[in-house]
């Protein structure tokens, strides 16, 4: 990703060598504000309070959170009180745990004197991991855009996604975007249709990411998508996805199983972009993710900046609210995972492809 002209990542090492950089996402997109994590409980904080969020990168920032804890206390009792304060940050997206148990279980072996070292270690090669599965998912999702922009015979092709599966929500290049991101770069003509994606409107993210990489893309209130796919203006959907189950059932920010529906019942197909931190054969079906309740105070506000730029928080309602902030979209919904493995239809393809 290139912020003002310089290429970063969104998840960083400071100079000193052991803090680590985010983006305070909670001001994106009207200001780009950095943010250091020092301790495991500023960076349980800023995923609980999504200052930084998105599946992989919660995955990303909650490891290197266990570093942070290990340079003050790498006892055996003090990787498990880090380990926990970190994994229940966030309920719902699979790769927190994945990410967390996957430093435990590379630096729980050794003397505790070799720990920190190893932790960072383990952080960074995560971070890589995610860059360069991102990156093949990208290749794995570019010949759908072309096929239909062959059919299209030069006119755009038109994507609709939800959420925010961007570089935001990853290390780099983000699961549903980097087809997009490819696709753009090689000349393909397209625009995105970006869902607004209330309460915490992260469709404002995804549009500042298409606006920095030139992307043509348009917001739309999340009510607009049924319209649109009625009218012909989609040619596919494609959204990102915090946990893919064993039946192939796909937990994604609330809203996403609507433009499921509305897909199949409209013949557009609807693809899921997924890298393999992000399936959980371990669990079932959708029926058995937790799914995230927030306060109901992000429903009955809405946030922006006012004239002067200050930050505002407004009332829409003072009625009681409800804030699922996930759903799930049955597999039989999903046209097709685009994953580091390809392509992959089905969940027995998922398996092979992403099982290990
Ligand atoms: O609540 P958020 O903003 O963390 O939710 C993020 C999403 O639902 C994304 O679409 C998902 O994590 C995929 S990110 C590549």
């Known amino acids: 990703m290139k912020i003002a002209g310089a290429h970063c990542r969104s998840v960083w090492l400071e100079p000193d060598g052991w803090s680590v950089g985010i983006f305070d996402q909670r001001h994106l997109p009207w200001a780009v504000e950095r943010m250091t994590l020092r301790t495991p409980d500023e960076a349980a904080h800023a995923i609980a309070d999504m200052a930084t969020r998105g599946a992989p990168l919660i995955g990303a920032v909650a490891a290197y959170g266990l570093a942070l804890a290990l340079r003050h206390d790498a006892s055996n009792e003090g990787l498990d009180r880090a380990v926990s304060l970190l994994a229940e940050a966030r309920p719902t997206a699979v790769n927190l745990r994945w990410a967390l148990q ?57 994507v609709m996604t939800h959420c925010n599966a961007g570089w935001l929500a990853t290390v780099d290049w983000g699961t549903a975007t980097a087809p997009l991101y490819l696709a753009h770069d090689r000349g393909l003509p397209l625009h995105v249709w970006v869902d607004e994606t209330r309460p915490r409107n992260q469709g404002a993210l995804t549009a500042f990411e298409l606006d920095a990489h030139g992307v043509p893309h348009s917001m739309i209130a999340d009510n607009a998508g049924g319209l649109l796919m009625q009218r012909g203006e989609v ?65 009955r506000l809405v946030s922006g900046p006012d004239e002067s730029g200050t930050l505002r928080r407004i009332a829409v309602t003072r009625s009681a609210a409800r804030n699922p902030a996930f759903d799930i979209t049955p597999a039989e919904l999903v046209t097709g995972y685009v994953t580091e493995a390809g392509l992959l239809v089905g969940a027995t393809a998922l398996a092979a492809g992403l099982g290990g």
Request: charged residues 25%; glycine residues 6%.
């Open 102 to 158: 996957r430093v435990r279980a590379a630096v729980a072996p050794l003397a505790p004197d070799a720990r920190t070292a190893a932790a960072y270690a383990e952080a960074a090669a995560i971070c890589d991991e995610d860059v360069a599965m991102n990156r093949a998912i990208g290749d794995a999702g570019l010949p759908l855009l072309q096929a239909i922009a062959e059919r299209k015979r030069g006119e755009p092709v038109q």
């Open 235 to 299: 040619d596919m959907v494609i959204v990102g996805t915090d946990r893919v189950t064993a039946n192939g059932d796909v937990c994604n920010k609330i809203g996403t199983y609507l433009k499921a529906l509305a897909a199949r019942a409209h013949g557009i197909p609807f693809y899921v972009a997924l890298p393999s931190s992000t399936y959980d054969p371990a669990t079932p079906t959708g029926a058995d993710v937790p799914i995230e309740e927030r306060s109901a105070d992000e429903v």
